[in-house]
């Protein structure tokens, strides 16, 4: 008898997701908030998420660098799915942080994802108790250690619950979900994309066996958005 387990099929890997979201959503005291990049893997989870609770409150991180392509569908898909959708800003503008540090996203990357993603989210995440993310292991190797249910701590030492139901999925299976439920996805897919964030960080995959490659010109491997403050990491989505 092998010692091997039985890696899970995508039928699977669904059945569990959809459960996890289901007995989270059933069991949860306080509010809930479900970050959306848009990219699939967000969807899928929102798609999941809204079944349960359709208006779940939904955070966009806007940061002013998005490409056109990701606000065009942001707006479309916001409205035909009814989002309650919040477009989270920073508390200075593109224009702002330019003339006050020129342009960080070439000097200091991890400082310009700080000014515009980070200490927004995380001033925001303060409001709510249960925090749904679309992260997988398969993503990164410094998400390889991901769990499906952690407590995140926040700056001012406050922990939230953070669940992440589609941390064993690989991309075959955020693509067969998507498939079979009709959820559209974002354009630049079609253009070879497989991790999109900022348009001035973000290039077609540099390494075909990494989906982030294309991520930061490979200088870092997070923006710092799902690393605990109170955890000593240096990594700066």
């Given amino acids: 008898m092998s010692d091997v387990a039985a890696v899970p ?10 459960q996890l979201v289901a007995d989270s959503i059933a069991t949860a005291t306080g509010k809930l908030v479900l970050t959306n990049s848009f990219q699939a893997e967000d969807m899928v989870l929102l798609h999941m998420v809204q079944r349960h609770l359709a208006d779940i ?3 966009f991180l806007d940061t002013g660098y998005h490409f056109a392509e990701v606000y065009e569908y942001r707006d479309r898909m916001a409205s035909e799915w009814r989002m309650n959708l919040t477009s989270l800003q920073p508390e200075i503008t593109v224009a702002e942080q330019e003339s ?3 342009i960080l ?9 700080g000014i515009r993603k980070v200490k927004p989210l995380f001033a925001a995440l303060e409001a709510y108790d249960v925090w749904f993310t679309g992260l997988r292991r398969e993503q990164a190797k410094s998400r390889a250690a991901l769990k499906e249910i952690d ?6 030492g406050r922990s939230i619950r953070k669940l992440s139901p589609l941390t064993e999925w690989n991309a075959r299976d955020v693509w067969t979900y998507a498939m079979e439920h009709d959820v559209p996805l974002l354009s630049l897919y079609d253009k070879g ?5 900022c348009e001035p960080c973000t290039t077609l995959p540099l390494d075909p066996n990494d989906p982030r ?21 240096s990594e700066s989505h």
């Fill in 100 to 102: 006050q540090f020129g």
């Fill in 151 to 156: 407590d995140f701590t926040l700056p001012s």
């Fill in 9 to 18: 099929s995508t039928v699977e890997k669904i059945a569990l997701a959809e």
């Fill in 105 to 113: 996203n070439q000097s200091d990357p991890g400082k310009c994802c």
């Fill in 57 to 59: 409150p939904v955070v």
């Fill in 193 to 197: 994309y497989t991790s999109i964030g």
């Fill in 213 to 233: 490659s294309g991520r930061w010109g490979g200088q870092k491997l997070e923006c710092g958005i799902h690393i605990s403050p109170a955890s000593d990491a």
